[in-house]
T-cell receptor
């Protein structure tokens, strides 16, 4: 099935550093979502974006819905150990279509 | 009710056997979804229900797969004549209303290993 392109695939950072990741699509989405998944667990919603150009924050996390509707960005400031995990973007492309299309994931590792 | 629960969490089976997974959504949620996640990939949509009606099925859901939600509450996903390619994490999720306005809550998943 289709998957959105996420970059980078993996990141190795030190605690306290800021993190940026993005997600791109060849098609338009009306809703962009960012999830975090810990090993052996299901994804947990971090931020939801419903309008092109929207910038939304949730604590140290900030996400943006790209103007073209074909991309989205997630930033994490001042990373802490519990930020370790896999981050997935997901898009919803039409009203009435309840099928989320997920990205390939960005694995975040914090180096002690 | 603290969230979406799935059972079993892990299942190891031999090729050709049938397996069934159960999902109990958050009690007031009317929509229930099944996704499949293989190693190193994001979840892929399989199917979803609004109450007891199955409204959409992915082409990933071959005729060996069947999902039901008979009373609009819990759901089962059955895989008949399992193949090694069916090995994956099967994730259930639920929501109240459309995903354009509502949040999707995932369970912890049922991991299937087909030997």
């Amino acid at each position: 099935g289709q998957q959105l392109n996420q970059s980078p695939q993996s990141m190795f950072i030190q605690e306290g550093e800021d993190v940026s990741m993005n997600c791109t699509s060849s098609s338009i989405f009306n809703t962009w979502l960012w999830y975090k998944q810990d090993p052996g667990e299901g994804p947990v919603l971090l931020i939801a974006l419903y309008k092109a150009g929207e910038l939304t924050s949730n604590g140290r996390l900030t996400a943006q819905f790209g103007i073209t509707r074909k991309d989205s960005f997630l930033n994490i400031s001042a990373s802490i150990p519990s930020d370790v995990g896999i981050y997935f973007c997901a898009g919803l492309n039409n009203f009435g279509n309840e099928k989320l299309t997920f990205g390939t994931g960005t694995r975040l590792t914090i180096i002690p | 009710d603290t969230g979406v629960s799935q059972d079993p969490r892990h299942k190891i089976t031999k090729r050709g056997q049938n397996v069934t997974f159960r999902c109990d959504p958050i009690s007031e949620h009317n929509r229930l979804y099944w996704y499949r996640q293989t190693l190193g990939q994001g979840p892929e949509f399989l199917t979803y229900f609004q109450n007891e009606a199955q409204l959409e099925k992915s082409r990933l859901l071959s005729d060996r797969f069947s999902a039901e939600r008979p009373k609009g509450s819990f759901s089962t996903l059955e895989i008949q004549r399992t193949e090694q390619g069916d090995s994956a994490m099967y994730l259930c999720a639920s929501s109240w209303g459309s995903l354009n306005t509502g949040e999707l809550f995932f369970g912890e998943g049922s991991r299937l290993t087909v030997l």
